[in-house]
Each structure stands twice: as structure tokens, then as C-alpha cells.
């Protein structure tokens, strides 16, 4: 508490000291106020107005081309010195005009501006001009006309749009004691020849102005047509887009089309192959005949009446697999050597001669002749030509079908258990043709990977079972 008491003097110091650095803010602070409200208020005063000055349609034309920075200085001298003997005879204005300036001067013929006979910069040159005969002329310019306020009271009291009403409504008013006091005042046989001066409105079309106004609008247009422009390559970019777009979908859709009518056909083809059966997985395991043989007749004495397992087919013992294992390869070849089979009996067939025989990979050999024959042997290749053929339909994917070779012919070495084809392909079946192309005197391997080749379609299979002798 004593230590508290021993500072409190410094502390009322320093408090005291902040309230002076306030106080002095404050008057600071006003007092720039109050020099920008002085700054504000200012005594001049200044507006823009359009002057006509109308020539006798009897004067010299070539007199107007002489409106040149002197006569423009005696104008102006002369319309401020009756601005002001105006202003000064009236009570309720406290104005002095002070100056006025004179720009954009141009000469209007027939109610159009002449283009390049701006009269300020023909000075020198009234000489080469073409005069304008009787015809009414006028000389068309602009002035900027400057005032001071005389009295501080009324200072910002007057906006310039209030001021350029004045002067217009002063000179309209005085035209007359204008042109006299002109004509009078100045003494220039130049202002003789003016028939009226007219103030109006500053019209911001005429003159340079006018010109900028014309430019704006070329360049408006301009810049319209460019973003019509603009529109038009956007549109086209866009309508080129959807158009390819809709190309694609269009072809994509007539591809997918193509392929759906390519499946049905497929169906269909399938389904007319059997027309008498339903539509099933058994409707692929039918068997197709087509030679004619008639079952009563034997060869050689061997019956060819074959069931061709009409039963096995009509009640499968299983129904295959959709997939086969993939150890279930279709290409095995067999060690086993079917001549060391002391069982195995190789029939034989009546000779008959045959007008075609296609070459053979395989060394002819003749299959067991009978004793006494006195014809050529036939060959074993003949041989099968000559027995009946059989068909059987392999639906697609793979059909678990072991392939080997005997006596240079394709035969058929194991069917698996589960195959599309069990008990309707038994071993030692001669396979003839695939699709009705040839396979006879063909290896194993080429049988096999032709099947391979067509797994993704419904194969024909031709083959020939050989009689065995009873």
C-alpha cells in the first residue's frame, strides 16, 4: 500500500499528459475539417455552351473563312465585356463573367457540317476556297464561359447547370442588343454580314464531338458484329461436337444391332437344325444322318445296323459340366498301340471302285483281302470312304475329346466322363471332317487345334465307327 501511494503522483502525471495529447487531437481534427469545407467553396464557376453565328445568304463566302484566333479574341472580348454589363445591372446574382474560350468551330451548309473547312485552321487559304453563292451559311461553334462569384455568401449557390440556362436565357432574351453591340463595339466589317447569334444548349454531337458520338457507333457495331461473330464459331464448334457425338452413338448403336441380329441368326440356325425337339442343352447331343443305308444289307458279312445310342442320348446318365476342368485338355496322345490289342480285329469291305481319291499322308496298305482275291487291294483310306458317315454336333466350349492317330487316320482316343459328347463318341471312331472340311490322313495335333480354333461356335463333327467282325 505504501508503494502503491508513493506512485499514485506519477500515475495522475501520466493521466494528465494523455488528456492534453486528446484535447489537442480534437482542435487538430477540426480544424483540418474546417479547411476542407474552405477548400470545398469555390469562387468560380464555369459551363459550356453552343453558338450560331447566321451569315447573310447575300455576303461573300469567303468571308467566313476568316474567323480566325484575332476575330475569335475580338468575339469573345466583346461578349464578355455585354455579359457583364448584364450581370452588373441585376441585384440577385453576384457574378463577374471573367473569360471565355472558343473550340470546335465548324461552317454548316444546307444543315451539314463541311468536313476539312474547319475555319480556325484555314487561316491563309480564303483564296483557294469554293464560295457557296447565295445559299445560307452558318458557322456553328462551342465556348466554355468562366465566372467568379463577387461575394463569398453566395459561393456554390449556383450549379452550372443553372448558370449555362442563365447565359442562354440572357442571350436569347438580348439577341438583338448582342448583334448590335457587336457590330458597334468591334467596328469589323466581318460581324456586318451576321445576320443573328444564337446561344443554345452545348450539343455534344456537333463538332468533334459529333465525330467521337459517329466513332462510338461504328465501333459498337463493330464490336456487335464481332460477337456475332464469335457466336456463330461457338455455335458451329458446338453443333460439330453433338454431331460427332450423335455419329458415334449412331455407329456404336448399329454395331451392337449388327451383332444382336448376327446371335439370333445364329439361334435361329441352331434351332432349325432341330425343329422337333425343345430347346435344351440335349437339343446340341442330336445326331444327323445324312446318307441313305439301308440296315437289312451287311458288308462283307458285318452288321451296320448301328442304334447310333438313340437311348443313351434320349436319358443321359448326366448332364455336362457348363465348364470343363482346365486339366481337361482336349489334346492327349495316346502311347497305347491299338495292333498290340490281340482282341482288336480291323474289318474289311467290299471292293468297289471309287473315280476320286484324295491324297493320301499315310502309306496305303491293304486291310485283310480275302483269300483268292484277284482285284487291287483298297487302300484303308478307300476303305473309310466307302463306310457310312455319321454326325454329331459339339456345342461351344471345350468338349473333353482326346485325339490320337491310327493307321495315319484321326481317331478318337478317350472321351472324358462328363463331355457334351459322352455316348455319342466312342474310342477308335475314325474323325472324318470338322465343319465339312477334311481331316482324313491329318495328325493330332491339327484335328486338335481346329477344334480349338472353333470352340466359340457350334461345331459339326463327321466321323465313321468301324464294324467289328462278329
Known amino acids: 500500500m505504501i508503494a502503491f501511494f508513493q506512485k499514485r503522483p506519477l500515475i495522475l502525471a501520466l493521466f494528465s499528459i494523455l488528456q492534453i495529447l486528446h484535447a489537442q487531437n480534437v482542435i487538430i481534427n477540426e480544424a483540418v475539417q474546417e479547411g476542407q469545407a474552405q477548400n470545398s467553396k469555390t469562387p468560380f464557376l464555369s459551363t459550356t455552351v453552343s453558338a450560331k453565328i447566321t451569315y447573310k445568304s447575300e455576303s461573300s463566302s469567303s468571308s467566313l473563312l476568316h474567323f480566325d484566333s484575332a476575330r475569335k479574341a475580338i468575339f469573345s472580348g466583346s461578349l464578355i465585356d455585354f455579359l457583364t454589363k448584364i450581370f452588373s445591372d441585376q441585384q440577385v446574382y453576384d457574378l463577374k463573367i471573367i473569360g471565355v474560350n472558343i473550340f470546335d468551330d465548324q461552317i454548316v451548309h444546307n444543315g451539314q457540317y463541311d468536313q476539312g473547312t474547319t475555319v480556325g485552321h484555314q487561316e491563309g487559304q480564303a483564296g483557294e476556297m469554293v464560295g457557296y453563292g447565295n445559299q445560307p451559311v452558318t458557322l456553328s461553334f462551342s465556348m466554355v464561359i468562366s465566372a467568379e462569384y463577387t461575394s463569398e455568401i453566395q459561393m456554390d449557390t449556383i450549379s452550372s447547370e443553372t448558370f449555362r440556362k442563365m447565359l442562354i436565357h440572357v442571350c436569347d432574351k438580348f439577341q438583338s442588343h448582342l448583334l448590335r453591340y457587336m457590330q458597334e463595339e468591334t467596328g469589323d466589317p466581318y460581324f456586318m454580314d451576321v445576320e443573328s447569334i444564337v446561344l443554345g444548349e452545348f450539343d455534344k454531337v456537333e463538332g468533334d464531338a459529333g465525330k467521337r458520338g459517329g466513332q462510338a457507333a461504328i465501333e459498337k457495331e463493330e464490336m456487335s458484329a464481332e460477337t456475332m461473330h464469335v457466336a456463330s464459331i461457338v455455335a ?29 441368326w445364329r439361334s435361329k440356325e441352331m434351332g432349325s437344325l432341330h425343329p422337333t425337339r425343345p430347346s435344351s442343352i440335349k437339343s446340341s447331343l442330336a445326331v444327323v444322318d445324312d446318307y441313305s443305308f439301308n440296315p437289312s444289307d451287311s458288308i462283307n458279312g458285318f452288321n451296320t445296323n448301328i442304334s447310333f445310342y438313340k437311348d443313351n442320348r434320349e436319358n443321359p446318365k448326366r448332364a455336362f459340366p457348363r465348364y470343363l476342368r ?61 463306310l457310312p458317315q455319321q454326325h454329331v454336333f459339339a456345342p461351344p466350349g471345350k468338349i473333353g475329346v482326346a485325339i490320337d492317330v491310327l493307321n495315319g487316320q484321326p481317331v478318337v482316343h478317350k472321351v472324358r466322363k462328363g463331355s457334351p459328347l459322352e455316348k455319342m463318341l466312342q474310342p477308335n471312331d475314325v474323325i472324318m471332317a470338322i465343319d465339312d472340311e477334311d481331316m482324313s490322313c491329318m495328325s493330332a495335333a491339327d484335328v486338335t487345334s481346329k477344334m480349338v480354333r472353333r470352340m466359340d461356335r457350334v461345331r459339326k463333327i463327321t466321323f465313321v465307327r468301324r464294324p467289328l467282325e462278329l
Open 236 to 264: 458451329i464448334v458446338v453443333g460439330g461436337i453433338m454431331f460427332t457425338v450423335l455419329s458415334f452413338a449412331t455407329i456404336k448403336y448399329y454395331q451392337k444391332e449388327k451383332e444382336l441380329k448376327a446371335a439370333r
Open 326 to 386: 482346365d486339366d481337361d485338355e482336349e489334346i492327349a496322345f495316346s502311347s497305347v498301340n491299338f495292333m498290340d490289342n490281340p482282341n482288336y480285329k480291323n474289318p474289311n469291305d467290299e471292293e468297289t471302285g471309287s473315280p476320286f481319291v484324295l491324297p493320301e499322308l499315310a502309306t496305303p496298305r491293304t486291310i485283310f483281302p480275302d483269300r483268292g482275291a484277284v482285284a487291287a487291294p483298297m487302300s484303308y483310306t478307300e476303305e473309310l470312304r466307302h
